[in-house]
């Protein structure tokens, strides 16, 4: 999943995607500067547009979407 998450971090042009966690909650990614990928890769930190704050362990999503191809 990390790997998945990466290239939808990385590609060009950036595409919005939405992460789906263990909950069945859906974080939506808005542009690349909304999310932090740590070092080690366990954790993810997605800012939303009113400046608040989800941080999501890598273990806990289940889904990467987006609505054109990585």
Not at 17 to 24: A, N, V, Y
Not at 27 to 39: A, C, D, K, N, Y
């Amino acid at each position: 999943m990390r790997e998945e998450l990466e290239k939808l971090v990385r590609q060009v042009p950036f595409v919005p995607f939405t992460l789906e966690i263990s909950s069945g909650r859906q974080i939506p990614v808005l542009s690349r500067e909304h999310i932090i990928v740590g070092s080690r890769g366990s954790l993810v930190v997605i800012e939303d547009d009113q400046g608040l704050f989800d941080m999501v362990p890598v273990l806990h999503i289940t889904a990467l979407s987006s609505k054109e191809p990585a």
